[in-house]
C-alpha cells in the first residue's frame, strides 16, 4: 500500500545520525554543568579534547547560534554574578550541537511522514520520535526567553535514551494507518498531547534542579557545588511553574480533544478506558500541583515533588499503560 | 489572589482551635459550620484532589463491569475469595462506587464552598475603586522613584498634577482601573484572571453535573447487521439496550438503517507486525427518515447521525452463509451466521454456532471456526494467515439431541449448550469434522448435508443518544477559557505618587506576574519620556 520504504529507511539513518550528534551535545553540555567549577580546568577540557581544526568549525557554528544565546546571557547575568566573555564555551558548543542534531531528528520525522503520506505519530515509535522533536524545539524556544542551558544536558541525554528505545524496543515498520486511527482528530488531538508531554518534561527537569539548588542554597554539599552558577531556586521554580501551567493548558485541551474524538469513534465522550483514566490521573495531578502552589503550608519543594509524581504519572501513561494495558486504545503498534 | 487564599486558610485554623477547646457545647450545627469550613479551605481541596487521583487507579488495573463484564468475570472465577473481597468493595465498579462518588461528592461540595464567597468578593472588588496607595512604596516587588522633570515649573502643585494627569492616562490606556487621589494615582487591572479562575472553576462543575445527568436521559443500545439487512428503531430491534434512568424507550425517535455493503482492507505490504493491519472499514449504508431516503458511508471515525442518534461502527466480521438439508433432502436452516472473529487474532479467525431446532426428530447444532484466508502453518495446523476473504474455509463439528431452546433459559445466539446433546461421528467412530471450503457439500452421517455458500460481511453498531453533549462541549470551552485567563491574565496595581516633583512608582502582583518590574519600567520611562537622555533611566527603574 504505496509506503516509500527508501524514505522510510533513510529516516531510521537520519535517526541514528541525530543520536550520535545528540551524544555529543549531551557529553559538552555535562562539561558546562558538572566540570566548570574552576573556570579554566572546563576551558582547558574542551580544548583538549577538540582539535584545532574543529575548533575553529564549532566558532563558526556558535557565532551562529548566538543569536539564540545572546539573550539568555543578558538574563543570566542578574542571578549568576560573573558572567564572563569566554565561559561556557561546552554549553555554546552543546547548543550548536543540540541545533544540529534537531535538524537532523526533525529531517527524520518529515521523511518518516512522507514515507507513508500521513501525520508522523500512527504508533509508539512515531509519537516518541516526534515527542522528542518537540522536546527539543520547545527547549530551544524557552532559551530564546531565559539561560537554561543548565538543562541541555538532561534535554538531550533524555532524547538520547528515547529516541534509542524508539528504534528498539518500540520499533514499528513504517506503514499506513488502522482506521481507528484515521481521523482528522488526530491531527489536533495527538500533536497537543506530544507538546504537553514535552512541556511537563522540561517543567519536571526544572523542578529537579530547583529542589537541588534549594539544598545547595541551605546546606551546601560538596556533590553540588556545581550548582553554584545556576539561577535562584525561587527563580528556577517560576520558570518551571510557568512551563507546567501552559503544559496544563494544553494537557486540558488534549482531553477535551481526546474526549471529543472517543464520541465520534466510539458513541460516548468518557468510558474509563484505561488510557482515559490516566489522562484524568495525570490531570488531577498537576491541578493538585497548581492548587499546591496556591496553598499554605506547602513549601515549593514539596511542591516540586507533585510536579516529579506528576510527570512520573505522564510517563507511565505513555508507556506501561501503552503496552500492558489492554484497552480501546491499543495503537502502540507493538505486538 | 494569593491573599485571598492566605485568608481563607487563616478562618478554618482558627474555628479548628476552637473546636478542640469549646467541643462539648459544639452541638451539631457548629460540628457542620466547623465540617463546611474544613471542606472549603485549599488545603483539604487539594487533598481531595490527590486522593482522587489515587482512587481513579484501580480501575485501569483490574477490569471493570462497564467495559468487559465478560472479563470481570473470568477474574471472579479465577481468583476466589480474593476476586469476592475486591467485588465486596466495589473494585469492579470504581467510578460508580460509593467511594468514588464520595470522594467527587466532596469535591464537589468544596467547590461550591470556594465558588460562592469568592464570586461574592470578585464582584465587590469589580464594582469598588482599586486601593489606596498603602504609606510605603518602597517595599513593593516593583519600585522606582525619581525626580519629575516639571518641577520647574511656577507652581509646584500644578506641575504634579500635570504629572498624574499624564500617569492616569498612561495606566487607562494599558487597560488599568484607576482611583484617582490627592497626590497619587491608585490603578488596577486584570480582573479577568479572578473571572477566569471562577468561570473555571465552576465550568468544571457544569462538566460533572452534565456528565451525571447525561447518563440519566440517554441510552446506549447495539445491534449487528448482516449487509442486506435493515435496522429499525425500536427496542426488540436491538441486541442489547441499555437505558438511563429517566429515558423514554417507548418514544425512539424514528429511523431505518439498511448496510447495503461493507468493505475491508488488510494491508499485505507492510514489514513485520503491520502486515495484515486493518486499513479502511467502510460501509455503505441507507437511511430512511420519514420517507426519505438517503445514502452515507458509515465508518469507524465517521458516525451517521439520524434524527439526534448517532450509528457508530464498532466492530466487524463475516457472516458464513450455511444451508442444512435434512435426510429427505429438505432446507431446514440456511442463510448467513454471525461468526465473531477473535480479537487478538489480525487473520480474522472466527467463532460461532449454527443451531437447527426445526428439523424433523431430533435438533442439530454445529460449532466451529471460519478462516478467512485458510493456510496450513508449520505444525500442519489450519489457521487464518490474512483477514481478507481469499481462501475462505469451514471446519465444524456437529451435534444432534436437545438445544435447549425451550428450557426458558436465555441462550446467546453465539454459544451452543452441547450437555444434552450427541457429538456426531464419522463412519469410522470418530468425531465428526465438517471441512468445506467456499460452494462445497458434506453430507452428515444419519442423512442431510451441510452447504457452504458463501460469505456475507456483518458490521457492529452502536447506537446511542445523549441530550446532554452539547452541553458538554459548552462546559468543556469554558473550562479552557477560564484556564487560560485564570492562568494568563497578569493581575497587578500600580501606584504612582508625588509630592513636590519626587515621583514614586510601585507595583505589586497579585498572584503569577514575571512582568511586574518590567512594567513599573516601563511607566517609568513614559512618564520620563520629555526628558532627553533616556539611556540613564533604565538602570534607575530596574532598581
Ligand atoms: C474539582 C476540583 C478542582 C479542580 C480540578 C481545580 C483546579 C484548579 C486549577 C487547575 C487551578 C489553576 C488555575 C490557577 O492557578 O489560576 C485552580 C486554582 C485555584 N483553585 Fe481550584 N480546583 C478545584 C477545586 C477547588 C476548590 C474546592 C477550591 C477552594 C477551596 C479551589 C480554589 C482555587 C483557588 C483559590 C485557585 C487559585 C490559585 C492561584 O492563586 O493560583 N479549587 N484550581
Known amino acids: 500500500m504505496d509506503v516509500n520504504t527508501d524514505l522510510a529507511m533513510w529516516s531510521n539513518q537520519l535517526i541514528i545520525s541525530a543520536m550520535i550528534v545528540y551524544a555529543f551535545a549531551m557529553i559538552f553540555y555535562a562539561f558546562d554543568l558538572f566540570g566548570s567549577r574552576e573556570l579554566k580546568a572546563s576551558q582547558t577540557a574542551v580544548g583538549s579534547t577538540a582539535r584545532p581544526s574543529s575548533v575553529r568549525r564549532t566558532n563558526r557554528k556558535t557565532a551562529s547560534t548566538a543569536v539564540l544565546d545572546r539573550p539568555g546571557d543578558d538574563d543570566s547575568a542578574a542571578p549568576a554574578p560573573s558572567t564572563r566573555k569566554n565561559r561556557r564555551r561546552g554549553a555554546r558548543i552543546g547548543t550548536s550541537l543540540l541545533v544540529l542534531a534537531v535538524l537532523l531528528h526533525a529531517a527524520a520525522v518529515l521523511t518518516r511522514a512522507l514515507s507513508v503520506a500521513r501525520v508522523p505519530w500512527g504508533n509508539m515509535m512515531e509519537y516518541v520520535l516526534t515527542a522528542t522533536t518537540i522536546t527539543v524545539i520547545v527547549y530551544l524556544v524557552v532559551l530564546i526567553k531565559k539561560d537554561v542551558r543548565y538543562l541541555g544536558t538532561f534535554v538531550s541525554g533524555g532524547v538520547l535514551l528515547c529516541l534509542g528505545l524508539a528504534i528498539t524496543v518500540f520499533y514499528t515498520p513504517a506503514a499506513k494507518l488502522i482506521p481507528a486511527l484515521d481521523s482528522y482528530w488526530i491531527a489536533i488531538h495527538v500533536p497537543i498531547a506530544i507538546l504537553s508531554t514535552a512541556l511537563l518534561y522540561i517543567s519536571a527537569i526544572l523542578a529537579v534542579f530547583q529542589i537541588l539548588k534549594s539544598v545547595h542554597e541551605t546546606k551546601d554539599p560538596k556533590w553540588l557545588r556545581f550548582m553554584h552558577r545556576l539561577p535562584a531556586s525561587t527563580d528556577l521554580e517560576r520558570t518551571s511553574y510557568t512551563i507546567a501551567a501552559v503544559g496544563f493548558i494544553t494537557w486540558t485541551f488534549t482531553l477535551i480533544a481526546g474526549a471529543i474524538w472517543a464520541e465520534v469513534a466510539w458513541s460516548r465522550y468518557w468510558g474509563w478506558d484505561s488510557k482515559e483514566i490516566w489522562t484524568f490521573v495525570v490531570w488531577v495531578i498537576y491541578a493538585a500541583y497548581l492548587h499546591a502552589r496556591a496553598t499554605r503550608g506547602w513549601g515549593p519543594t514539596k511542591v516540586a515533588v507533585l510536579n516529579l509524581i506528576g510527570i512520573a504519572s505522564v510517563i507511565f501513561n505513555f508507556t506501561v499503560v501503552n503496552v500492558y494495558f489492554n484497552g480501546l486504545h491499543s495503537y502502540s503498534g507493538l505486538d | ?543
Open chain 2, 1 to 543: 489572589m494569593e491573599g485571598k487564599t492566605e485568608g481563607a486558610e487563616k478562618k478554618p485554623a482558627k474555628s479548628g482551635a476552637k473546636a478542640t477547646v469549646t467541643q462539648p457545647q459544639l452541638g451539631f450545627l457548629g460540628m457542620c459550620r466547623w465540617a463546611w469550613t474544613q471542606l472549603t479551605t485549599m488545603r483539604v481541596a487539594l487533598i481531595l484532589l490527590l486522593v482522587l487521583a489515587l482512587a481513579a487507579i484501580p480501575g485501569s488495573l483490574l477490569p471493570q463491569r462497564i467495559q468487559d463484564p465478560g472479563r470481570v468475570n473470568k477474574f471472579l472465577e479465577n481468583n476466589g475469595a480474593w476476586g469476592r473481597f475486591l467485588d465486596a468493595i466495589q473494585m469492579f465498579d470504581v467510578y460508580s462506587s460509593v467511594w468514588f462518588s464520595a470522594i467527587y461528592l466532596l469535591l464537589m461540595v468544596s467547590l461550591v464552598g470556594c465558588i460562592i464567597p469568592r464570586t461574592k468578593q470578585h464582584w465587590k472588588a469589580m464594582r469598588s475603586a482599586p486601593p489606596k496607595a498603602p504609606r510605603r512604596l518602597r517595599r513593593m516587588p516593583g519600585y522606582a522613584s525619581f525626580a519629575s522633570a516639571q518641577g520647574e515649573a511656577e507652581s509646584r502643585e500644578i506641575a504634579d498634577q500635570a504629572f498624574l494627569d499624564s500617569a492616569e492616562a498612561r495606566l487607562k490606556k494599558s487597560g488599568y482601573r484607576i482611583n484617582r487621589q490627592a497626590d497619587h494615582v491608585a490603578a488596577e487591572r486584570g480582573y479577568l484572571r479572578e473571572t477566569g479562575n471562577l468561570v473555571f472553576h465552576i465550568a468544571l462543575l457544569m462538566a460533572t453535573l452534565t456528565m451525571a445527568i447525561g447518563s440519566l436521559f440517554g441510552y446506549e443500545g447495539q445491534r449487528i447487521l448482516v449487509e442486506g439487512e435493515t435496522f429499525t428503531n425500536s427496542l426488540v430491534s436491538y441486541d442489547s439496550f441499555e437505558p438511563g434512568s429517566y429515558y423514554d424507550a417507548d418514544n425512539l425517535p424514528a429511523f431505518r438503517l439498511k448496510l447495503d455493503s461493507f468493505t475491508s482492507t488488510f494491508d499485505d505490504q507492510a514489514a513485520g507486525n503491520q502486515f495484515g493491519q486493518p486499513r479502511s472499514f467502510d460501509a455503505n449504508v441507507t437511511t430512511t427518515v420519514d420517507g426519505k431516503n438517503e445514502k452515507h458511508t458509515l465508518k469507524v471515525n465517521e458516525p451517521v447521525r439520524v434524527n439526534g442518534v448517532g450509528v457508530y461502527l464498532t466492530g466487524n466480521g463475516y457472516a458464513p452463509e450455511v444451508t442444512v438439508r435434512d435426510a429427505q433432502g429438505n432446507i431446514v436452516q440456511s442463510g448467513p451466521q454471525v461468526f465473531i472473529p477473535d480479537g487478538g487474532d489480525p487473520g480474522y479467525t472466527s467463532e460461532g454456532v449454527i443451531k437447527v431446532p426445526d428439523s424433523a426428530g431430533t435438533q442439530m447444532g454445529f460449532v466451529g471456526v471460519f478462516l478467512p484466508t485458510a493456510t496450513q502453518n508449520q505444525d500442519g495446523e489450519l489457521v487464518s494467515s490474512f483477514a481478507e476473504l481469499r481462501n475462505p474455509y469451514l471446519v465444524m463439528s456437529g451435534y444432534t439431541g436437545d438445544l435447549g431452546l425451550d428450557s426458558g433459559v436465555p441462550q446467546s445466539v453465539y454459544s451452543l449448550d452441547a450437555e444434552n446433546m450427541t457429538e456426531m461421528s464419522d463412519e469410522s467412530g470418530n468425531p465428526l469434522i465438517i471441512q468445506l471450503a467456499e460452494g462445497e457439500t458434506q453430507k452428515l452421517p444419519g442423512g442431510g448435508s451441510v452447504t457452504f455458500d458463501g460469505v456475507k460481511k456483518y458490521i457492529a453498531v452502536d447506537i446511542s443518544q445523549d441530550p446532554t453533549q452539547a452541553l458538554m462541549l459548552i462546559s468543556a470551552i469554558l473550562v479552557l477559557a477560564g484556564l487560560g485567563l485564570s492562568l494568563f491574565i497578569p493581575r497587578r496595581r500600580v501606584w504612582v505618587r508625588i509630592k513636590d516633583g519626587d515621583a514614586e512608582v510601585a507595583a505589586l502582583a497579585r498572584g503569577e506576574d514575571p512582568m511586574v518590574e518590567r512594567a513599573v519600567a516601563d511607566l517609568v520611562r513614559g512618564l520620563r519620556d520629555p526628558e532627553p537622555d533616556d539611556d540613564g533611566e533604565e538602570s534607575d527603574a530596574e532598581r
